[in-house]
T-cell receptor, first 111, second 114 residues
Framework: SQQGEEDPQALSIQEGENATMNCSYKTSINNLQWYRQNSGRGLVHLILIRSNEREKHSGRLRVTLDTSKKSSSLLITASRAADTASYFCATDRGSNYKLTFGKGTLLTVNP | DVKVTQSSRYLVKRTGEKVFLECVQDMDHENMFWYRQDPGLGLRLIYFSYDVKMKEKGDIPEGYSVSREKKERFSLILESASTNQTSMYLC?????????????FGPGTRLTVL
């Protein structure tokens, strides 16, 4: 079963707007990561947030983590057409090696 | 930059054929992974390896095997391909143990089994 579940499944916005994607998970985690996948390509790591962190920034990306609600959000500010991609959260389920990926949010940024 | 390469971007095979998918990483990473990605199901882990000649089953290992004879190379083997193994296959690697390390992905191999 999936550990992380992204919401919404699809999101369409205009260039310049902000995009927010959410991830919920079921069991305790040590870390949570966000990845981006452009159509038909491999995934690219965006950001890692540890279970003892509440917020992290990287450029136009802001990630929050609420362990009490077992949820994380990814905010992309001032979106660009190049941000069009699928975004996945990945959690570790407490394992040393294995990441479990959600099904992803498809973000479309219209010029 | 870390580079993870996969032997083919597109592959078409027939039912019953033995299929080899090759993955090579160039940054001396300890861990390597094979996933398959299907619409509506996301990424699912097939096998991973944390050292040469070491392997562990992921969530969906049935119908697959793996080989890691050299640190930089991790092969996924479909012993007898079936149509339900038509999928996108993604290889990844990461430095060191534990999940403080990001995974670096290859471009993927889209396999079609007829």
């Amino acid at each position: 079963s999936q550990q992380g579940e992204e919401d919404p499944q699809a999101l369409s916005i205009q260039e310049g707007e902000n995009a927010t994607m959410n991830c919920s998970y079921k069991t305790s985690i040590n870390n949570l990561q966000w990845y981006r996948q452009n159509s038909g390509r491999g995934l690219v790591h965006l950001i890692l947030i540890r279970s003892n962190e509440r917020e992290k920034h990287s450029g136009r990306l802001r990630v929050t983590l609420d362990t009490s609600k077992k949820s994380s959000s990814l905010l992309i500010t001032a979106s660009r057409a190049a941000d069009t991609a699928s975004y996945f959260c990945a959690t570790d389920r407490g394992s040393n090696y294995k990441l479990t990926f959600g099904k992803g949010t498809l973000l479309t940024v219209n010029p | 930059d870390v580079k993870v390469t996969q032997s083919s971007r597109y592959l078409v095979k027939r039912t019953g054929e033995k299929v080899f998918l090759e993955c090579v990483q160039d940054m001396d990473h300890e861990n390597m992974f094979w996933y398959r990605q299907d619409p509506g199901l996301g990424l699912r882990l097939i096998y991973f390896s944390y050292d040469v000649k070491m392997k562990e089953k992921g969530d969906i290992p049935e119908g697959y095997s793996v080989s890691r004879e050299k640190k930089e190379r991790f092969s996924l083997i479909l012993e007898s391909a079936s149509t339900n193994q038509t999928s996108m296959y993604l290889c990844a690697s990461s430095l060191g143990q534990g999940l403080l390390f990001e995974q670096f992905f290859g471009p993927g191999t889209r396999l079609t089994v007829l």
